[in-house]
């Protein structure tokens, strides 16, 4: 908002900054990394804050350098030529060394920048991110739209910055500060389509999600999750439990404006953290589609154990759900209930049978279901994980991701590891490898992490490599040109790492812990 301390309206020149890393590096997926199925997903938060300051008459520029192959140079160049005032910088804990150093860089080539970063790093460690640089100036807590606003509008006209809300910064004196924590936003349908902000600065094709339509974009209906689930890092750091919805007119205008202004797209991803929690809004939304003869596709995050009707999940389909993206997590029951997947823990013993469940009504529905599975949870055991393998065969989703824990800071899962010493690394960069892929660091007593990543090199090519799945994807390409495309470029990028392993090659090694560096692990939930 304009007017705080001051007494007119000041707008700034600001880049919101996707900063350079490895090529095609996804910071903003849950599990940040280079992915083996060449996923690369929008900077979907940045953009929403791009599109609420063009709202607040900002003079905006937007850089998303591991998709457009921006260098550093690159972008001090477009700084200079653009006369940046401020830069709103994105950050994720694997990229946090080198994306500081880019910081550093910048503001070395124009000292004037005012500088913020954002993300979920920031907001589970704001101070020890401030105390890592004297150039950056203030980070963001949690969701993180109007703060940028405020910020950008005290900045713009030398007000006080103690007032802006969700906001830790800097004083003159080197002294950081914490400001009052900021509420959730309330009314999404305050903000701005993301979508309208792709349009104007992004490349739509650069953007791709190994399960989807090409190409795509991606919004949310809805923030927050009422679920608990120990790794799940946007609920605990961001987003929050508490659901907050779009209205269903909103989200249905802007399936409406990307199939008028953006005629490329093949399919919506819809990347709320649960789509399906209430099913009387979710169907609301389903028949307000149908009404307008919605023509995209949509996929869309969801649990297997919701319960969904066959009624439902056909409307849903009939309105444009083409796949789920679902997170099944372990075939093991203990597992599940460590992980505290459940609000209720008497539901863990029928978890299983739920999710075999809800696949068999998704294809009778006509949806297909990609399914999450991950390794390496505090009480894992070799035998669980060949269950885990077990299950995905049986489920036989559409296609599969197996990967081994890494947990977030922020997390429970990440203060249990840290309170078992399961943590083998002190070091932010080592959370990946040279070429930027997932490098798990945790230790369980009976598993090292090298068996971790070993294990689900074997479940890959065992669940992708099989006769009849092989046999299936074929029928499947030949039945939609669609389905053709997207099996083609999905597997010509996993299909080195099919046959190679993912991770030890020669110097892939976490680096010797530094003496300055932090704790750091994480977990990579989507995107594999």
């Known amino acids: 908002m304009f007017g705080m301390g001051c007494d007119m309206i000041h707008t700034m020149r600001v880049l919101f900054l996707n900063p350079p890393f490895h090529p095609r590096f996804s910071r903003e997926q849950r599990s940040p990394a280079v992915t083996k199925s060449g996923t690369l997903y929008y900077p979907k938060w940045l953009a929403t804050a791009a599109g609420v300051a063009i709202q607040n008459g900002h003079d905006v520029d937007l850089v998303d350098s591991p998709a457009a192959g921006y260098s550093v140079q690159a972008v001090i160049d477009r700084i200079a030529a653009k006369n940046i005032d401020a830069i709103v910088c994105d950050t994720s804990t694997p990229s946090i060394l080198n994306d500081v150093s880019v910081i550093e860089s910048l503001v070395a080539a124009r000292p004037s920048l005012h500088v913020m970063m954002v993300g979920r790093h920031v907001s589970s460690l704001p101070k020890e991110t401030l105390a890592m640089s004297p150039a950056l100036e203030a980070v963001a807590v949690r969701e993180y739209e109007y703060t940028v606003r405020d910020w950008l509008a005290a900045k713009a006209c030398g007000a006080d910055l103690s007032a802006v809300e969700g906001l830790v910064w800097r004083r003159a004196n080197g002294e950081i500060v914490s400001n009052a924590p900021r509420e959730a936003i309330q009314n999404l349908d305050e903000l701005p389509f993301v979508s309208e902000v792709y349009k104007r600065f992004l490349h739509t094709p650069d953007y791709f999600y190994g399960h989807s339509l090409w190409p795509l974009v991606v919004f949310d209906t809805s923030r927050g999750c009422p679920y608990h689930c120990s790794f799940c890092v946007y609920p605990q750091t961001f987003s929050g439990h508490k659901m907050r919805y779009r209205s269903v007119t909103n989200v249905a205008d802007e399936f409406d ?67 789920f993206c679902v997170g099944f997590e372990s075939g093991d029951v203990e597992v599940i209930n460590g992980m505290k997947k459940n609000n209720d823990d008497r539901r863990d013993a029928k978890y299983h049978e739920e999710a075999h469940r809800f696949v068999r009504r998704c294809q009778e529905s006509g949806i297909m279901v990609h399914g999450c599975f991950m390794v390496g949870n505090l009480n894992e055991t070799p035998a669980s994980m060949e269950k885990t393998l077990d299950f995905a065969k049986k489920l036989q989703p559409d296609t599969a991701q197996f990967f081994p824990i890494m947990v977030y800071p922020g997390t429970t899962a990440y203060e249990e590891a840290k ?35 070993s294990f689900c090199d074997r479940a890959r090519r065992s669940f992708y490599l099989s006769p009849s799945y092989l046999f299936y994807k074929l029928k499947q390409s030949l039945r939609d040109p669609r389905e053709l495309q997207r099996n083609v470029k999905g597997f010509i990028t996993l299909s080195k790492y099919l046959l190679r392993g993912s991770q030890h090659e020669k110097g892939a090694t976490p680096p010797k812990n530094d003496p300055g560096s932090l704790i750091q692990i994480t977990h990579p939930q989507g995107g594999d």
Not at 261 to 269: G, R, S
Not at 439 to 449: G, K
Request: with cysteine; proline share 4%.
């Open 257 to 323: 404006y990307v199939s008028r202004e953006m005629p490329e797209i093949k399919t919506v991803m819809l990347e709320d953290d649960t789509f399906i929690i209430s099913k009387p809004r979710t169907l609301e939304l389903a028949k307000e589609l149908i009404r307008r003869g919605n023509k995209l596709p949509f996929d869309a995050n969801c649990r297997a154990d919701i319960g969904a009707e066959t009624e439902l999940l056909s409307t849903l389909h009939k309105a444009g759900a083409r796949l």
């Open 419 to 453: 309170k078992r010493n399961y943590i083998q690394i002190e070091d932010w960069g080592g959370w990946l490898t040279k070429d930027g892929l997932h490098n798990s660091v945790v230790n369980l007593p009976n598993i090292t992490h090298e068996q971790l990543v």
